[in-house]
């Protein structure tokens, strides 16, 4: 998959470089933002690339989580830094922007884990929401496990309205 995103985003990059050609000869609005919305595209080509110290496992349902939850568009972010949320302490594993709402998408193995995120979350709520990001959008918390979900935490991700995808090869 690697070398499929690397052709990916070096065609995009060569569209780019067309447009950039027909924006000097035509200078069209249009054309400018087609440029952007490309330009946007390759980063977010590139930020799926697997990190080096996440498993496979993590990674291909990070991926299959952020296809589905923006094929009907959005910005997705797998750098919570680039977003700013990170500055008060929660780095989600991608951050999905759309119009009118953003998402924060944690892929979690293990569950001990998800429970300590989720109170995490639960106790850095109020940041959260006051994070200007955040600011005029509905906010949704996706988790994405492997395998099927305890039911502590089923309880506990109920109590915080927080979605849960069971992820099965």
């Known amino acids: 998959m690697q070398g499929d995103l690397g052709e990916v985003r070096k065609e995009i990059e060569e569209i780019i470089a ?12 249009s054309v400018e933002r087609a440029i952007e919305e490309l330009k946007i595209s390759v980063k977010e080509v590139e930020s799926l690339r697997k990190k080096g110290s996440e498993g496979f496992d993590h990674y291909r349902a990070k991926v299959r989580l952020v296809e589905e939850l923006t094929k009907d568009g959005g910005t997705c972010y797998l750098e919570a830094e680039h977003t700013g949320i990170s500055k008060i302490g929660y780095r989600p594993d991608a951050v999905i922007i759309k119009d009118e709402e953003i998402i924060f998408l944690e892929i979690e193995t293990d569950q001990r884990r998800m429970l300590k995120k989720l109170r995490k979350i639960r106790k850095l709520w109020n940041e959260i929401t006051s994070s200007p990001i955040t600011t005029g959008r509905r906010i949704r918390i996706v988790f994405g496990v492997l395998g099927d979900v305890r039911e502590d935490v089923l309880r506990e991700a109920k109590s915080m309205n927080v979605e849960i995808y069971s992820i099965k090869d």
């Open 18 to 29: 067309r447009l950039e050609r027909v924006k000097e000869a035509v200078k069209l609005k």
